[in-house]
């Protein structure tokens, strides 16, 4: 269970630090060294354009930061089989409440227990350059936490 929360938690951080109080679909299609906000995702992909979209967002929180205690992020309802799917593919019910999670901008303290720099994804149109790529990370609310597998 400690491990299957961690790595709720990595994904529930990856989704909330970039997860400004812009509205979906609100920020321009700029590209950033060439690659456009949804990266190469098509709808007919594997990967999902929509979700790059998030994941791409550069808009800082007009109102600042919400202090969320650890326990609280790690606790956020994951809707069942959203992961898999594109979000297209996602019942209005479904959509608007992971909507109404992604559009908060936390500030949560805790522990960094690991830190990797992801390989060439569709967010950052499969490029191999360090500097179009980004960073996961693993926190945790005790330093006697093990490490996540790598």
């Known amino acids: 269970m400690t491990r299957f929360r961690s790595y709720v938690l990595a994904f529930a951080v990856v989704l909330l630090l970039s997860a400004f109080p812009t509205l979906i679909g609100a920020q321009p299609d700029t590209s950033f060294h060439g690659c456009p906000v949804t990266g190469d995702a098509t709808d007919s992909s594997r990967s999902d354009p929509a979700l790059n979209r ?5 808009e800082g929180p007009s109102d600042g930061f919400e202090q969320l205690n650890f326990e609280d992020l790690a606790e956020l309802d994951v809707p069942e089989g959203v992961s898999k799917k594109h979000r297209d593919q996602w019942s209005s019910e479904t959509r608007n409440a992971v909507e109404l999670q992604e559009r908060r901008a936390v500030q949560v303290s805790g522990f960094l227990l690991a830190v990797k720099l992801e390989g060439p ?3 950052n149109c499969h490029s191999s350059e360090p500097v179009d ?3 996961h990370l693993w926190f945790a609310n005790s330093v006697t936490m093990t490490n996540p597998k790598r």
């Open 133 to 135: 790529r980004d960073f």
């Open 54 to 58: 998030l994941k791409n967002r550069t």
């Open 121 to 123: 994804e569709s967010t």
